[in-house]
Every structure is written in structure tokens, then in C-alpha cells.
């Protein structure tokens, strides 16, 4: 055995996280009136307030909604926003550089603010920075005068509370934006700092400011002053970083670092306390980007995105900081950044690759018992990373025959030391963990086994001490290793399906076969298919501990008990996809699958979830035997970007409702309501022309707005819910009614929002109202009446005039009979009579026959004469006299033809009336097959059965020779039959073939 050892060395290195996976951005691309945004605010129903500096923009998680128009000259100087802030009455009040105004609750036109000039007081010089809502006003700091109050019922400024200073101490000044942070006790601290001292105002309103001083000497300038609880603050300067007591800021009760982490800023500092994740740590900007404070361990650490540094946030104006209900951090950048989103929740997930000349699909992973996994790639060698997550190298693998890295799709340990790993072009290889060399086995495959190329599915089972099961080809096959040495050995093999898939075996040790087409289990000597399963492509079997068969497959889950199918999922039962890779169970019992949509967890309560990119993982989709669940509990799923590894009670934790939030409403293509903000329409009330309505609608998650799932239903309309993954948005065309639309959303398949509902009424047109249809209904009636009455005398005068024209109809059928029957008739018996004559006399052979010949003609015209006289004469022939008057016909033409026998059936459930044209047409068509039998074709059996119930359907069938209908000419007496049968509106079906007899069948109705 050649042993090829590993070639690369290099230092641990760790793959570098995915930064599009953690981020969004949204800029002017995407609807921004521009770049530079100064605040973003939560509004009450969901969405979020946009501050630009060209004005107010609402963002409801998929677009910009414009508040404030740029180019609003008129009443406002400067759009800018500087600061938002929404009352709990629904008011939105927005600060710009130069003038203030107010959204009242409910409206979308604003108001501008103004001095009460009956308080003497004056609008102020520079901006306002809200503080807090109470005692009916809106409390705001400007940097030069003090503390304006603004009346929410007037929308004036009608109280201004100086800042008394001390003697000597210059008032705030406006070329440094004061700091705000709002303690447990609703009071407010807000700092400044100059160029010589710093400030620290306690206000509460009702009680005087209280203002401390201290030197930026000997302090650095003072940056924020960030309550903590118990009276505690984050002090943090540019001197140092530390925590303080409210009573006395100048002396810290603890430093933490006397690093330069705040920054020289010179604008404005932006802090949050984090409630989701690292809850009650602070978050706040830096020099170098985000730095968050432990409150638990007192320590000041990088935030998360410092691990992306592709996404540069030691930016200075990093103006505003929030996060949402699900985690998700909000920050507003400068002019050439935008809106960004940091999405923390997606870090529960951890992300793995080896470097782009290594890396490539995830064929096949497992992990060692130290945790420390190991990943194939398609035609690459192996990546091995730490239990971490962590690159550590890369091993070369033997080449195939045309030069190219063998591509490993399956392995799994032979013992502790030792992996097995098969590919799909039948190559086998070891790896030894102790030294990570390779040893190439593939010699050992036999030939008949190596020669199966392409055998793209394939797993290892383990089946005892140091040995393994598995499949290739057509082919069961075990390896065994003892001491130092390797055995091949093909057990079994199922030749009847294109190739065996994977195998498993079951509690009792049996082995079952997932193949191309279906599951295999063996039934005495035999593999038997399992019902049910038939042209399933199975991609992984295993076993629950209560026993149950989990199979993955290409068209859903299937589970099995005792070999029979008890359950199924697919995508119409909440699967994200059909095509599933392979199923792992955590320590919890809940199922786990990869797709080619992303992760799903089938619960043990049968509830399902799912996860895709915009959750964290690698992406949407993963790959066969890419699946691995290590001794701790972890699950590890490899695909075409890397690795995910997860702990799944980290991921199953219960998340924060959501809300469907209505974001847009077109009636007849306009948007409505034009004054009103759409989340106050509690109800709509609409005239019958304007009833064509495009709702738009959102969920107040916005972690990947593409991946939420909508259902809708518009009670009064619809009967079901309608399933929305694609689009956010419903239209209907209403008729004039009562309505209730009711919209869900979900970010994970399982659980639904809270519900919207909107009442909806359509009112009738005045032709529709009930008093109208009253009228109408009226007239109609008169109407009604009237035609019923004419067309009943109308009737009445053509029943008359048919009976007259049936009885002269009768009279001359019946003159037509007797002209037959004196004429034709007598010259036809007196011809027989003659042929009697001359037959007695006659002496020649061939004269006689054809004096018999002539004889028999006139019989049959004879014949054809009685019928015809009796079908005139017949006033009310019935379906039932017509077939006795047809079982009389063939019973005298079969007296003549021994060995031919006929049985009749018949089933008239309705024994309607026939026409003469129907009932001769009908007669001729059935004599021509009669004698077509008994002449043509070798028949001793003829069935005969006449249905009667709404239709007429007459059957002969003969068990003769039968004739090609489509190979050769077809006589004048089928194309006679045909006619007659299209005269008098019948079908004429002729089936028969060579060898099996002739049937027709006639049907019609009479």
C-alpha cells in the first residue's frame, strides 16, 4: 500500500465570517432621499422613522415611504431631520437643523411648531433635542438658552426652563451636540463638553436642574454619562473609561481602562442597552467602531461586527444606534453609508470554510470524537477544521485516472484512529488521524465493483467492531480492518433498480436499501420493495430511538413503522422543500433536515420550523452525506458555501411574536387613504365603482424580508388561506358585500403573527339595493306571466296543428302500405309462384340454380316489403316492439345457417317511443350486420343486448374472425350502415381485429 502523506503546513486560521450574510445596507439605490441619516425612531405600529438630512422617511422593512418632501421650500428652510420622536398619543415630532414641526397622530400633513408669544418666549437659534414626554409636553434641550417645553395639545412652545450656570461658566454651547441618557427613574442626564470644562445637568421636570462642572484637564472631555441602575453610570472620556456614582461623576468608583476607546468626537454619541442578545450590556460608538460594556463582569469589549472588517464602522458619525424587538442592531451612518442592519441572531449559527484555493461543495463531513470535523469536497482534497469552527489544513487526496482530485462522497470512522471514505468513481482511501496520512485502498474494491462509475450516493454504516457497511453501485459491501490491515467483501446486491443509494440497518439488525426507485427490505432470501415507495429517490434512512424509519428522499419525509408507512411530509404539509439530503436527531428527539432550501426541524410535537440564509446558515443549500452530529449535542450540516454548526437548543429557543402590520392600500390604482396614515384605517368603507383593492402588508421583522411567508384570506371571498412566498401583496376585485380580510405572516414556517384584520364594506350601486331588486323582481314576474301565458296558447295551437299533420302523415303511410303491398307485393309473390312453375319443368343444373337464386331475391324483397309495411303502419312502436320485431328477424335469417347460435339480453329501463325514419334506419343497419356475420365472418356466437334509459344503446358482438377497419377497403354496406346511423343522429362505433371478433355499437337518442 502507498502511503501519501499531507503537503500543506501552515499556521490555524480561522474563516473569515461572511459579512453580506451578517449585514444590509440600504442607500439612495434602494430609496433613501440620501445617505446621511441623523436618527431612526421605532414607530408605535411597527415600522421605523428615517431621519435623512433631505428629510422624514418611513421604512416598513421592504421600501421608503417620503414624509417630507425635499424640496419643501416653503415651509421649511432646512429638511434636515436632527431627531424623531414619536408620544405615546402617536404625535411625531421631528427636529431639524433649523425648524420643528409635528405629525398629529393619525395625519400625514405636518404642522409646524411655534413660540407661544403670550409666554414671552422666543423660538430658539439653534435646534432642539427631545428628552422626554410628561405633564402633557414634550421636553427638549437646546444647547444655548436651557430646556424648552413644548404643549402636545397646542404644538407651541409655552415653557422654557433657563440653565442657571454658575458665575463664570459659559452657557452649552451648539458647536458640540449634548449627550442624553434617561435613567431607570425617568430623569434625564445630559453632558457637554467644551474645550476647557465638562457639564452634567440632572433634569426632572417640576424640580430645578442640578449642574456639575469638572475639568476636561484632568478628566478628557466628557463623551456620555450612561445610566446603569442604582445610581451608576458608564462614565466614558477621553481620558478614561469608568464607573461613577450620580452624586459625585468626578470621582469613579472603579476604572476600567484609561484606553482612548470613545474618540475625539466632536457631533454626537449614540448608546443602547441591548435586551435580545448580551442582554443589558451597552452598546455604543467608538473610535474604531462598536464597543460594548459587560455591566456583569465590568469589562469594555469590541462589539460582534468587529469580526467583518470589510464593513468599516470606525467612521466617526456613526449618529444613531437602536435595536429591534428581534435583536437586530439599526445603525445611521453618514453621507456615504446609508441604513445599516447588523443581524446578531444569525451568529447563533456558526459558520465554517477553508480557503478559496481549497474550499469548494461539502461533499461528504464527519467529526471526530474530539469534535474537530473533517469535509470532502468535490473534486477537492479534505478540509480539517477545529471543534471551534477554526481552518486548520488541507489534505491532498489521491487523483483519478484523468488526473483530478478523487471526490470523497462518503465516510466514516473505523475506529477511533482511522477514517474510511469511499468516492463516486469507485476509489477508497484511509486517513490516519494521528499523522494525517493517506492510504490509498481502492486495489481492494473488486473489478466488477470499481467499474460502476458515477455511484453518487453511497454512506458508511457501521455493522460491528472495526468494520462498516456500505453501498456502490448495484452493490452491498462490507470493510473490515484488523490490526493494520483492510478486507473488501461484497455480501449482497440488488441488480433490479438503476443503483443502490444508502443503507442503514434496523434495531434488529436487518439492513434496509434506499435505492433510485424506492425501499428495500429482505423478505426471506429476496429484497422486497416496501408499498408506497415506488420511483421514490431515497437520499438517507435512519432510525429514531422509538424505532421509527426516517427516510429523506426527493419528493418529501417519509416515516415507517414495522415497514409500513405511517406519516409523510412534503412541502404542502410545511416542508421548505421536496428535495431533502439527510435527517439528524437532536438529544430532544426533534428531527433536523437539510434541503435545497435551507435547514428544517420537524418537532416532536409534529410542529415544523425552518431556517435559511438569512437566518445565518452557509446558505439555502446543502448536500448529500454532508451531515454529522458530534458528542456534544452539536449538528453540523455542510453545502455549497461552507459548514453550519449549531446547538439546537440555542436555535429552538421561543422568539418574540410578530406583528402583520398593513403598509399600503391602492383602491382602483390610487393610494389611500390620501390624509391619513394607513395604520389608523381600522376599518374600509368603500361605494360599489371602488372595489379593485391592492393591499401591500408587512411583519415587524426585517432580519431578510424576502424569506417571510404571508398567508391571507378575505372572509366573504375566499374560502382558504392563501400561501404567499413570493410577494407581499393581495388584490381583489370585491362585488358589493361585507368583508373581513385577515392577514399572517411568519419568518420560520411555524409560528403566525398575530393577525390583521380589516373590516371591509362595498356598497351596492342603487341598481343593486334591496328596494330596486324588489321593483325588479316585480316587473320580472309581470313579465314572466305574461310570456308564460302567450307561449303556453302558443303551444297549445302548434299541439293542434302537429296533430293534424301526424294523422296525415299516418294516412299516407298507410296509402304507401298498401300501394307495397297491392303492387310490389303481388308482382313479388307472383314472380315466386312463376319460378315454382318453372323450376318443375326445368332440367338443367345451372339453369336451376340460378332459377333458385332468382327465387331467393324475390323472397327477400318480399321480406323487406312486410317490414317496411309493418314499420309504417306502426303508429306508436316502442323500443320494446322493436326488439321483439329484431329477435324475430334474426331467429327466421338463422334457421337457415346451422352451427351459429344468437342470445339476447336487454335492460329497457325506459320504453321510450321510436319514429319510423328511426326505427327503418335502425332495422336496415342491424339486418347488414346480421347478414355481414352470417356470411362473412366464420362467427358461431352472436350477442345481442338493447339498453333503454335516457339513451338508446344497441350492442352486437360476434366471436368470428374480425378485419382490419384501418388496412384495406371497407364496402358499401359499412358505409350504408354509417350513413344511416349519421341520418338519424346516431353514433355508429365499429371495434374489431383481426382474430378477435367485430362489435358495433349504435347509441343515440330516439
Same mark, same amino acid.
Given at each position: 500500500?502507498?502511503?501519501?502523506?499531507?503537503?500543506?503546513?501552515?499556521?490555524? $486560521?480561522?474563516?473569515?465570517?461572511?459579512?453580506?450574510?451578517?449585514?444590509?445596507?440600504?442607500?439612495?439605490?434602494?430609496?433613501?432621499?440620501?445617505?446621511?441619516?441623523?436618527?431612526?425612531?421605532? +414607530?408605535?405600529?411597527?415600522?421605523?422613522?428615517?431621519?435623512?438630512?433631505?428629510?422624514?422617511?418611513?421604512?416598513?422593512?421592504?421600501?421608503?415611504?417620503?414624509?417630507?418632501?425635499?424640496?419643501?421650500?416653503?415651509?421649511?428652510?432646512?429638511?434636515?431631520?436632527?431627531?424623531?420622536?414619536?408620544?405615546?398619543?402617536?404625535?411625531?415630532?421631528?427636529?431639524?437643523?433649523?425648524?420643528?414641526?409635528?405629525?398629529?397622530?393619525?395625519?400625514?400633513?405636518?404642522?409646524?411648531?411655534?413660540?407661544?408669544?403670550?409666554?414671552?418666549? +422666543?423660538?430658539?437659534?439653534?435646534?432642539?433635542?427631545?428628552?422626554?414626554?410628561?405633564?402633557?409636553?414634550?421636553?427638549? *434641550?437646546?444647547?444655548?438658552?436651557?430646556?424648552?417645553?413644548?404643549?402636545?395639545?397646542?404644538?407651541?412652545?409655552?415653557?422654557?426652563?433657563?440653565?442657571?450656570?454658575?458665575?463664570?461658566?459659559?452657557?452649552?454651547?451648539?458647536?458640540?451636540?449634548?449627550?442624553?441618557?434617561?435613567?431607570?427613574?425617568?430623569?434625564?442626564?445630559?453632558? &457637554?463638553?467644551?474645550?476647557?470644562?465638562?457639564?452634567?445637568?440632572?433634569?426632572?421636570?417640576?424640580?430645578?436642574?442640578?449642574?456639575?462642572?469638572?475639568?476636561?484637564?484632568?478628566?478628557?472631555?466628557?463623551?456620555?454619562? *450612561?445610566?446603569?441602575?442604582?445610581?451608576?453610570?458608564?462614565?466614558?472620556?477621553?481620558?478614561?473609561?469608568?464607573?461613577?456614582?450620580?452624586?459625585?461623576?468626578?470621582?469613579?468608583?472603579?476604572?476600567?481602562?484609561?484606553?482612548?476607546?470613545?474618540?475625539?468626537?466632536?457631533?454626537? #454619541?449614540?448608546?443602547?442597552?441591548?435586551?435580545?442578545?448580551?442582554?443589558?450590556?451597552?452598546?455604543?460608538?467608538?473610535?474604531?467602531?462598536?464597543?460594548?460594556?459587560?455591566?456583569?463582569?465590568?469589562?469594555?469589549?469590541?462589539?460582534?461586527?468587529?469580526?467583518?472588517?470589510?464593513?468599516?464602522?470606525?467612521?466617526?458619525?456613526?449618529?444613531?444606534?437602536?435595536?429591534?424587538?428581534?435583536?437586530?442592531?439599526?445603525?445611521?451612518?453618514?453621507?456615504?453609508?446609508?441604513? =445599516?442592519?447588523?443581524?446578531?441572531?444569525?451568529?447563533? #449559527?456558526?459558520?465554517?470554510?477553508?480557503?478559496?484555493?481549497?474550499?469548494?461543495?461539502?461533499?461528504? $463531513?464527519?467529526?471526530?470524537?474530539?469534535?474537530?470535523?473533517?469535509?470532502?469536497?468535490? &473534486?477537492?482534497?479534505?478540509?480539517?477544521?477545529?471543534?471551534?469552527?477554526?481552518?486548520?489544513?488541507?489534505?491532498?487526496?489521491?487523483?483519478?485516472?484523468?488526473?483530478?482530485?478523487?471526490?470523497?462522497?462518503?465516510?466514516?470512522?473505523?475506529?477511533?484512529?482511522?477514517?474510511?471514505?469511499?468516492?463516486?468513481?469507485?476509489?477508497?482511501?484511509?486517513?490516519?488521524?494521528?499523522?494525517?496520512?493517506?492510504?490509498?485502498?481502492?486495489?481492494?474494491?473488486?473489478?466488477?465493483?470499481?467499474?460502476?462509475?458515477?455511484?453518487?450516493?453511497?454512506?458508511?454504516?457501521?455493522?460491528?467492531?472495526?468494520?462498516? &457497511?456500505?453501498?456502490?453501485?448495484?452493490?452491498?459491501?462490507? *470493510?473490515?480492518?484488523?490490526?493494520?490491515?483492510?478486507?473488501?467483501?461484497?455480501?449482497?446486491?440488488?441488480?433490479?433498480?438503476?443503483?443502490?443509494?444508502?443503507?442503514?440497518?434496523?434495531?434488529?439488525?436487518?439492513?434496509?436499501?434506499?435505492?433510485?426507485?424506492?425501499?428495500?427490505?429482505?423478505?426471506?432470501?429476496?429484497?422486497?420493495?416496501?408499498?408506497?415507495?415506488?420511483?421514490?429517490?431515497?437520499?438517507?434512512?435512519?432510525?429514531?430511538?422509538?424505532?421509527?424509519?426516517?427516510?429523506? !428522499?426527493?419528493?418529501?419525509?417519509?416515516?415507517?413503522?414495522?415497514?409500513?408507512?405511517?406519516?409523510?411530509?412534503?412541502?404542502?404539509?410545511?416542508?421548505?422543500?421536496?428535495?431533502?439530503?439527510?435527517?439528524?436527531?437532536?438529544?430532544?428527539?426533534?428531527?433536523?433536515?437539510?434541503?435545497?432550501?435551507?435547514?428544517?426541524?420537524?418537532?416532536?410535537?409534529?410542529?415544523?420550523?425552518?431556517?435559511?440564509?438569512?437566518?445565518?446558515? &452557509?446558505?439555502?443549500?446543502?448536500?448529500?452525506?454532508?451531515?454529522?452530529?458530534?458528542?456534544?449535542?452539536?449538528?453540523?450540516?455542510?453545502?455549497?458555501?461552507?459548514?453550519?454548526?449549531?446547538?439546537?437548543?440555542?436555535?429552538?429557543?421561543?422568539?418574540?411574536?410578530?406583528?402583520? *402590520?398593513?403598509?399600503?392600500?391602492?383602491?382602483?390604482?390610487?393610494?389611500?387613504?390620501?390624509?391619513?396614515?394607513?395604520?389608523?384605517?381600522?376599518?374600509?368603507?368603500?361605494?360599489?365603482?371602488?372595489?379593485?383593492?391592492?393591499?401591500?402588508?408587512?411583519?415587524?421583522?426585517?432580519?431578510?424580508?424576502?424569506?417571510?411567508?404571508?398567508?391571507?384570506?378575505?372572509?366573504?371571498?375566499?374560502?382558504?388561506?392563501?400561501?404567499?412566498?413570493?410577494?407581499?401583496?393581495?388584490?381583489?376585485?370585491?362585488?358589493?358585500?361585507?368583508?373581513?380580510?385577515?392577514?399572517?405572516?411568519?419568518?420560520?414556517? !411555524?409560528?403566525?403573527?398575530?393577525?390583521?384584520?380589516?373590516?371591509?364594506?362595498?356598497?351596492?350601486?342603487?341598481?343593486?339595493?334591496?328596494?330596486?331588486?324588489?321593483?325588479?323582481?316585480? !316587473?320580472?314576474?309581470?313579465?314572466?306571466?305574461?310570456?308564460?301565458?302567450?307561449?303556453?296558447?302558443?303551444?297549445?295551437?302548434?299541439?293542434?296543428?302537429?296533430?293534424?299533420?301526424?294523422?296525415?302523415?299516418?294516412?299516407?303511410?298507410?296509402?304507401?302500405?298498401?300501394?307495397?303491398?297491392?303492387?310490389?307485393?303481388?308482382?313479388?309473390?307472383?314472380?315466386?309462384?312463376?319460378?315454382?312453375?318453372?323450376?318443375?319443368?326445368?332440367?338443367?343444373?345451372?339453369?336451376?340454380?340460378?332459377?333458385?337464386?332468382?327465387?331467393?331475391?324475390?323472397?327477400?324483397?318480399?321480406?323487406?316489403?312486410?317490414?317496411?309495411?309493418?314499420?309504417?303502419?306502426?303508429?306508436? =312502436?316502442?323500443?320494446?316492439? #322493436?326488439?321483439?320485431?329484431?329477435?324475430?328477424?334474426?331467429?327466421?335469417?338463422?334457421?337457415?345457417?346451422?352451427?351459429?347460435?344468437?342470445?339476447?339480453?336487454?335492460?329497457?329501463?325506459?320504453?321510450?317511443?321510436?319514429?319510423?325514419?328511426?326505427?327503418?334506419?335502425?332495422?336496415?343497419?342491424?339486418?347488414?350486420?346480421?347478414?355481414?356475420?352470417?356470411?362473412?365472418?366464420?362467427?358461431?356466437?352472436?350477442?345481442?343486448?338493447?339498453?333503454?334509459?335516457?339513451?338508446?344503446?344497441?350492442?352486437?358482438?360476434?366471436?368470428?374472425?374480425?378485419?382490419?377497419?384501418?388496412?384495406?377497403?371497407?364496402?358499401?354496406?359499412?358505409?350504408?350502415?354509417?350513413?344511416?346511423?349519421?341520418?338519424?343522429?346516431?353514433?355508429?362505433?365499429?371495434?374489431?381485429?383481426?382474430?378477435?371478433?367485430?362489435?358495433?355499437?349504435?347509441?343515440?337518442?330516439?
Amino acid at each position: 500500500m502507498g502511503i501519501i502523506m499531507i503537503f500543506i503546513s501552515s499556521p490555524s $486560521l480561522q474563516a473569515q465570517p461572511d459579512a453580506t450574510r451578517m449585514f444590509s445596507r440600504y442607500t439612495t439605490k434602494d430609496g433613501l432621499l440620501i445617505n446621511s441619516i441623523y436618527d431612526i425612531e421605532r +414607530s408605535q405600529n411597527g415600522m421605523w422613522w428615517i431621519g435623512t438630512g433631505a428629510g422624514l422617511q418611513r421604512f416598513d422593512g421592504y421600501g421608503f415611504e417620503n414624509w417630507t418632501e425635499p424640496a419643501d421650500k416653503k415651509n421649511l428652510s432646512n429638511p434636515g431631520v436632527q431627531r424623531i420622536y414619536e408620544d405615546k398619543a402617536g404625535n411625531v415630532w421631528v427636529f431639524n437643523f433649523s425648524y420643528h414641526y409635528v405629525f398629529p397622530a393619525g395625519k400625514k400633513k405636518y404642522e409646524r411648531i411655534t413660540a407661544d408669544p403670550s409666554k414671552n418666549i +422666543s423660538y430658539p437659534s439653534v435646534y432642539l433635542l427631545p428628552l422626554m414626554e410628561q405633564g402633557g409636553r414634550i421636553w427638549c *434641550i437646546e444647547g444655548n438658552s436651557g430646556i424648552y417645553g413644548i404643549n402636545q395639545q397646542t404644538k407651541k412652545l409655552d415653557t422654557i426652563i433657563p440653565i442657571m450656570f454658575k458665575p463664570g461658566l459659559p452657557s452649552f454651547s451648539s458647536s458640540s451636540i449634548p449627550f442624553i441618557g434617561k435613567d431607570e427613574d425617568g430623569s434625564v442626564w445630559i453632558s &457637554q463638553d467644551l474645550a476647557d470644562s465638562n457639564y452634567l445637568l440632572h433634569f426632572i421636570p417640576g424640580k430645578i436642574p442640578e449642574i456639575k462642572t469638572f475639568s476636561v484637564k484632568d478628566h478628557g472631555r466628557l463623551k456620555a454619562f *450612561i445610566p446603569l441602575g442604582k445610581n451608576e453610570f458608564l462614565f466614558l472620556s477621553t481620558a478614561y473609561a469608568a464607573i461613577s456614582n450620580g452624586n459625585d461623576p468626578s470621582n469613579p468608583l472603579q476604572i476600567i481602562t484609561r484606553e482612548n476607546i470613545p474618540g475625539n468626537f466632536i457631533r454626537m #454619541f449614540s448608546y443602547e442597552k441591548l435586551k435580545v442578545y448580551n442582554k443589558g450590556n451597552i452598546l455604543f460608538s467608538g473610535d474604531k467602531g462598536l464597543y460594548e460594556f459587560n455591566p456583569v463582569n465590568r469589562t469594555i469589549s469590541p462589539y460582534a461586527t468587529s469580526a467583518y472588517p470589510e464593513i468599516d464602522l470606525s467612521r466617526q458619525f456613526l449618529f444613531a444606534i437602536k435595536e429591534d424587538r428581534h435583536g437586530n442592531i439599526w445603525m445611521a451612518r453618514d453621507a456615504s453609508d446609508g441604513l =445599516l442592519l447588523f443581524f446578531p441572531g444569525k451568529l447563533k #449559527f456558526a459558520f465554517s470554510k477553508g480557503p478559496a484555493q481549497y474550499f469548494n461543495i461539502v461533499y461528504s $463531513l464527519v467529526a471526530d470524537k474530539e469534535g474537530n470535523m473533517i469535509s470532502a469536497g468535490y &473534486q477537492k482534497g479534505l478540509n480539517l477544521f477545529s471543534k471551534n469552527g477554526e481552518w486548520i489544513k488541507y489534505i491532498d487526496l489521491p487523483k483519478t485516472e484523468d488526473g483530478l482530485t478523487t471526490s470523497m462522497r462518503c465516510m466514516n470512522f473505523i475506529d477511533s484512529n482511522h477514517l474510511v471514505m469511499k468516492s463516486l468513481y469507485g476509489k477508497m482511501a484511509v486517513l490516519n488521524l494521528d499523522d494525517h496520512s493517506i492510504i490509498d485502498i481502492s486495489h481492494l474494491l473488486p473489478s466488477r465493483v470499481a467499474s460502476q462509475r458515477n455511484s453518487f450516493d453511497a454512506n458508511f454504516v457501521p455493522n460491528g467492531s472495526n468494520s462498516l &457497511q456500505f453501498v456502490h453501485g448495484n452493490y452491498l459491501i462490507t *470493510i473490515e480492518k484488523n490490526q493494520h490491515s483492510y478486507k473488501v467483501m461484497v455480501t449482497d446486491s440488488l441488480t433490479e433498480v438503476d443503483r443502490i443509494t444508502v443503507s442503514t440497518i434496523d434495531p434488529n439488525g436487518h439492513t434496509v436499501l434506499g435505492t433510485t426507485n424506492g425501499l428495500y427490505t429482505r423478505a426471506e432470501k429476496n429484497w422486497k420493495k416496501l408499498p408506497g415507495t415506488e420511483g421514490i429517490y431515497v437520499k438517507h434512512l435512519v432510525f429514531n430511538k422509538e424505532g421509527t424509519l426516517w427516510m429523506a !428522499s426527493t419528493s418529501g419525509i417519509y416515516l415507517f413503522k414495522n415497514n409500513i408507512l405511517i406519516h409523510k411530509y412534503d412541502e404542502a404539509s410545511g416542508l421548505l422543500n421536496h428535495f431533502v439530503y439527510g435527517i439528524l436527531f437532536d438529544n430532544e428527539g426533534n428531527a433536523w433536515y437539510s434541503s435545497n432550501k435551507g435547514l428544517g426541524c420537524i418537532k416532536k410535537d409534529g410542529s415544523l420550523k425552518f431556517f435559511t440564509a438569512a437566518d445565518g446558515l &452557509q446558505g439555502d443549500e446543502f448536500d448529500t452525506q454532508s451531515f454529522w452530529k458530534t458528542s456534544d449535542g452539536k449538528l453540523h450540516f455542510g453545502g455549497t458555501n461552507g459548514i453550519t454548526s449549531f446547538s439546537p437548543k440555542d436555535i429552538l429557543q421561543p422568539g418574540i411574536p410578530d406583528k402583520t *402590520i398593513l403598509a399600503a392600500l391602492q383602491v382602483n390604482g390610487e393610494n389611500y387613504p390620501l390624509d391619513r396614515r394607513i395604520e389608523n384605517l381600522n376599518n374600509l368603507e368603500l361605494p360599489y365603482n371602488l372595489n379593485a383593492l391592492s393591499f401591500s402588508f408587512s411583519l415587524t421583522d426585517v432580519t431578510d424580508p424576502g424569506y417571510i411567508v404571508y398567508q391571507t384570506r378575505m372572509e366573504g371571498f375566499d374560502k382558504d388561506w392563501v400561501n404567499l412566498r413570493v410577494i407581499r401583496s393581495a388584490r381583489y376585485l370585491l362585488p358589493p358585500g361585507k368583508y373581513t380580510l385577515h392577514v399572517r405572516g411568519s419568518v420560520d414556517g !411555524s409560528k403566525w403573527s398575530e393577525e390583521l384584520l380589516l373590516p371591509i364594506l362595498i356598497h351596492p350601486a342603487w341598481w343593486q339595493t334591496l328596494w330596486f331588486r324588489i321593483l325588479t323582481g316585480f !316587473s320580472v314576474l309581470s313579465i314572466l306571466f305574461g310570456s308564460f301565458w302567450y307561449y303556453t296558447r302558443r303551444k297549445t295551437e302548434r299541439l293542434k296543428l302537429q296533430l293534424v299533420l301526424q294523422q296525415e302523415m299516418q294516412k299516407e303511410r298507410e296509402r304507401i302500405s298498401r300501394d307495397l303491398h297491392d303492387n310490389i307485393g303481388a308482382y313479388s309473390t307472383a314472380m315466386i309462384a312463376n319460378t315454382d312453375t318453372l323450376e318443375s319443368v326445368m332440367k338443367d343444373d345451372e339453369s336451376k340454380e340460378k332459377l333458385l337464386h332468382l327465387k331467393d331475391n324475390a323472397r327477400n324483397i318480399l321480406s323487406t316489403i312486410r317490414e317496411t309495411i309493418w314499420l309504417l303502419n306502426s303508429k306508436n =312502436l316502442t323500443v320494446r316492439g #322493436f326488439t321483439d320485431g329484431f329477435m324475430n328477424y334474426c331467429t327466421n335469417i338463422l334457421r337457415h345457417y346451422d352451427g351459429i347460435e344468437i342470445e339476447f339480453s336487454d335492460e329497457i329501463i325506459s320504453n321510450k317511443e321510436l319514429s319510423p325514419a328511426i326505427a327503418l334506419n335502425l332495422l336496415r343497419i342491424l339486418q347488414e350486420q346480421i347478414q355481414n356475420i352470417v356470411k362473412h365472418s366464420g362467427a358461431t356466437l352472436i350477442r345481442c343486448n338493447i339498453k333503454s334509459s335516457e339513451v338508446l344503446n344497441i350492442t352486437i358482438k360476434d366471436n368470428g374472425k374480425g378485419f382490419d377497419v384501418n388496412g384495406g377497403y371497407i364496402g358499401n354496406g359499412l358505409g350504408n350502415m354509417k350513413y344511416r346511423a349519421h341520418e338519424i343522429g346516431f353514433t355508429l362505433h365499429i371495434n374489431t381485429v383481426p382474430g378477435t371478433g367485430t362489435e358495433i355499437i349504435l347509441t343515440g337518442k330516439p
